[in-house]
């Protein structure tokens, strides 16, 4: 409904109200009492219909009283949000030892109602807060995990209006907008359909190969989940597809021997890899989508005089798509495969050859089904930061969504509000600006509305 039109609807019906309200007041004496109470109630019902509207946007509850009432607050305590990213920031989350972070995230959780916040198998943390009944169950969680190794100092500092510490953005961002979510829905008194389930899961980064949410979607809330929405870095844009990618380390093996003594005789594992990588590089991706290979991380030998018995490169190649995913990961196999045989082939009189495996670093599935900006979780996404005054774009990335992407599950990543850069390196910053609140607000409406609200929305 145009917000106008509500306006009006209003109106005339306040002006019903008083009209026959007033009739009978008049009769039993006690017209002045009532007019007081009356002029007051209509003053509060047009200051509060007239106090800034949002827009309205599809079918979006932007003036439901439970949301505007959670609007206020986050509004009201947004430096507890920043205070709250700060010092979970500054407990160490390295990949797979997320646990401190998480045991005080479910206190957190815990001091803001949620008493029954769980921590599973994995160290996922995990708040479920009922809904009144035929709604969708909506799942939204940021992640403890960072890239940053043990031992790397993440105290946070202040200069001005920016906040620099490894992790504040990514996520730490994230972490605080899922508690201002779980503590403006209860302030908020908001009641949804669907259950929402407020999640801090572990192992989104790239060695964690999605671990968190593959426990979630997998196992814990296998077939439960149906929708999902990770919170994610910084600023006001939407992640809507899925990049996968195939990340693998590839280990040559050989015989090794004298740089002198042994030429001629032996094959190196070194040069096979040196002539694998040769290989990928002349690699033309397949066309189409976009997708991608590279070559990161080189190791392997054992001194400058010896014919190298070892060699490892990790590898990583992404695609939107399936079926160029599945190409490049055939051309890269292949390259190897002719590198190796050629490497062979060099020393025919070598009594071993060079062998070759790929252990998996990580897979990160490609989306089943390709989500447009019209699909409806995107597009509520989209409605709710223009009921916001929030520009947000499109894109696609590897995030934690990609998992329920794979399983046909409407997902999104959103980021988190606010500015930020540096992410994944020293001196990563976070800036809240004169907007960041609505980073929660805009997380917290796509909550409401995908999980709908009695009487004002029909997920
Ligand atoms: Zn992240």
Request: glycine share 12%.
């Amino acid at each position: 409904m145009h917000p106008r039109n509500h306006l009006y609807i209003r109106l005339t019906a306040i002006r019903t109200a008083l009209s026959s309200v007033f009739g009978s007041a008049l009769a039993i004496g006690a017209a002045a009492t009532l007019a007081a109470t009356l002029a007051a109630t209509l003053a509060a019902t047009l200051a509060a219909t007239l106090a800034a509207p949002l827009a309205a946007q599809g079918s979006l509850p932007v003036n439901d009283p439970g949301i505007r009432r959670a609007f206020d607050a986050i509004q009201s305590w947004n430096s507890w949000i920043l205070e709250n990213q700060v010092s979970l920031c500054e407990i160490p989350a390295p990949p797979f030892k997320e646990q401190v972070r998480g045991i005080e995230f479910r206190k957190r959780l815990i001091a803001l109602g949620y008493r029954d916040t769980k921590i599973d198998v994995v160290g996922n943390v995990i708040a479920e807060r009922a809904g009144r009944g035929g709604g969708p169950t909506v799942m939204i969680s940021g992640h403890l995990d960072t890239v940053f190794p043990e031992g790397t100092d993440v105290s946070v500092k202040k200069e001005g209006e920016r906040y620099t510490g490894a992790g504040i953005g990514d996520d730490c961002r994230g972490l605080a907008v899922i508690l201002a979510v779980a503590r403006a829905l209860n302030e908020g008194r908001i009641q949804t359909l669907g259950t929402v389930i407020l999640v801090a899961n572990v192992g989104e980064e790239g060695p964690g190969n999605l671990r968190g949410v593959r426990e979630l979607f997998n196992n814990g809330y296998k077939g439960k989940i149906d929708r999902y929405i990770s919170v994610d870095g910084t600023g006001f844009d939407v992640t809507s597809r899925a990049v996968g990618s195939n990340r693998y380390n590839v280990v040559f093996t050989g015989p090794g021997g004298h740089s002198y003594g042994a030429f001629g005789r032996v094959p190196s594992a070194i040069h096979a890899m040196g002539r694998a990588i040769a290989l990928i590089d002349e690699i033309v991706p397949p066309p189409g989508i976009k997708t991608t290979y590279n070559v990161g991380v080189i190791k392997g030998g054992t001194s400058v005089n010896t014919i190298s018995p070892d060699g490892s490169m990790e590898v990583d190649m992404r695609s939107e798509s399936v079926d160029n995913l599945a190409k490049i990961d055939e051309m890269i196999h292949d390259a190897v495969a002719r590198a190796v045989s050629a490497e062979n082939a060099r020393w025919p009189n070598s009594p071993a050859k060079i062998t070759v495996k790929f252990d998996t670093i990580g897979i990160r599935p490609v989306g089943r089904v390709v989500q447009t900006d019209a699909t409806p979780i995107i597009k509520t996404a989209l409605d709710a930061a223009l009921a916001l005054d929030i520009e947000a774009k499109t894109s696609a990335s590897s995030t934690d969504s990609n998992l329920p992407m794979s399983l046909g599950i409407p997902a999104m990543t959103i980021d988190g509000g606010g500015r930020g850069g540096n992410s994944h390196a020293a001196g990563e910053w976070y800036e809240d600006g004169a907007t960041g609140y609505k980073g929660p607000q805009w997380a917290l409406l796509i909550v409401a509305s995908l999980a709908g609200l009695a009487g004002t929305t029909t997920p």
